[in-house]
């Protein structure tokens, strides 16, 4: 790649080497496995010694274009794609620790994260502690000697709390700890963590890396040095992505940059209507003045995403009302999407926290995400306005 262009021009040109056929478009290679000129190569190729692609669980070409582009875009320099994001997101924290060992992580992460630091890593004897994200003064009391990683996603989902990166980069080089940060809300065109000290950066590449919901995939991005033991643990693992998949979101990654700008757009619209709408009684939008992080959120993102999240005053029934009254917009646990999403996080996306995990990280029964699509703006409002 041409190191002197910018990061969307790279996710456009980045592709492979034409073939023989002088294709304009990279072909996809739907393969298994790979074919060897000799034994020696073969061998000297396992051996680490010759460049060569030996399966598909390992790498790919479909999916190496991937990870150059998606490192471009993020300022990194090695990846791994996976199967899923959530796959990437275990695979950030299991590759990095020993039996013993103590994670920090940030309250308002994901609920399958959360399962994963609550139910999984224990059971291996890895412990974690919660704090709190808008309170960096206070992490310090939470590290122990046997404390490795601070995990933390910026912003979080659903309810839209921002880390300060830049402090939790000082944080993380003051305690020897390696950051980690999911990025999946604010993509690499909004925000790049590893311009903040981020070590190691996670995706959900179903979402607005392949905006329109049509595949799974993970990634993880970072130095050689932590993605070598990250690559190890996975090559040997198998959570590798599908070629085609691979293939999917790299050709969308060539449109990120113009998607998000309209996502983006649409979504501080469509935030600063709902906050003059009667029976709402909170809108949280990252760009929204009213945000308590407003400041951090301009200082740290380029803009402030395609989620919005809102509060309903009836609680559950009035958000159910809501999603039942729909006629456009889709009822569904995804987001990321060019059609505009509805989910109830409490019921759903969130379901397994108790009531004051959710209560912790701001998820009331009242509360509706909206992943903004890519339709007129004036359409989402009438289609809202049946229910509200």
């Known amino acids: 790649m041409n190191e002197e262009q910018q990061p969307e021009t790279r996710a456009i040109r980045g592709q492979l080497p034409a073939t023989q056929y002088r294709e304009h478009s990279a072909p996809l290679f739907l393969t298994s496995s790979f074919t060897f000129p000799s034994a020696e190569s073969m061998a000297e190729t396992f051996a680490g010694n010759e460049e060569g692609i030996i399966y598909s669980r390992y790498n790919n070409p479909s999916v190496d274009e991937l990870i150059a582009k998606a490192c471009a875009l993020e300022n990194m320099e090695a990846g791994f794609a996976t199967a899923s994001g959530m796959s990437a997101v275990f695979a950030s924290m299991a590759a990095l620790v020993e039996q013993g060992d103590h994670i920090l992580a940030t309250r308002a992460v994901f609920g399958s994260t959360h399962q994963i630091l609550t139910q999984i890593l224990p059971k291996w004897g890895v412990t974690f502690t919660y704090v709190e994200p808008d309170q960096p003064e206070a992490w310090a009391e939470a590290v122990r000697p046997e404390t490795r990683l601070f995990v933390t996603e910026t912003p979080s989902n659903p309810g839209l709390q921002l880390v300060d990166l830049s402090e939790a980069g000082r944080f993380c080089r003051t305690h020897g700890l390696t950051f980690i940060v999911d990025n999946c809300f604010a993509t690499p065109y909004l925000q790049r963590p590893a311009d903040f000290g981020a070590d190691l950066v996670t995706h959900s590449a179903t979402k607005w890396m392949d905006g329109q919901g049509r595949v799974l995939g993970g990634l993880l991005l970072g130095s050689a040095e932590i993605m070598e033991k990250v690559t190890f643990f996975c090559r040997h693992t198998g959570p590798a992505i599908s070629p085609f ?26 935030a600063g209507w709902l906050g003059e709408q009667r029976g709402i009684d909170r809108v949280h939008y990252p760009y929204l003045p009213s945000h308590p992080q407003y400041a951090l959120a301009t200082r740290q993102m380029s803009a402030g995403g395609g989620i919005v ?15 039942d009254s729909v006629q456009m917009c889709t009822r569904s646990s995804n987001l990321g999407d060019t059609r505009t999403i509805l989910t109830h996080p409490a019921t759903t996306t969130h379901s397994k926290l108790s009531r004051e995990e959710r209560a912790a990280v701001g998820i009331t029964d009242g509360l509706v995400r909206m992943s903004v699509g890519l339709e007129a703006v004036r359409d989402i409002q009438a289609d809202l306005l049946r229910g509200l």
């Open 245 to 270: 998949n691979a293939w999917v979101i790299s050709k969308s990654l060539e449109t990120l940059h113009i998607r998000m700008e309209a996502h983006c757009r649409s979504a501080l619209a469509l």
């Open 309 to 323: 999240t809102f509060e309903l005053t009836g609680g559950e029934a009035a958000a159910r009302r809501l999603l």
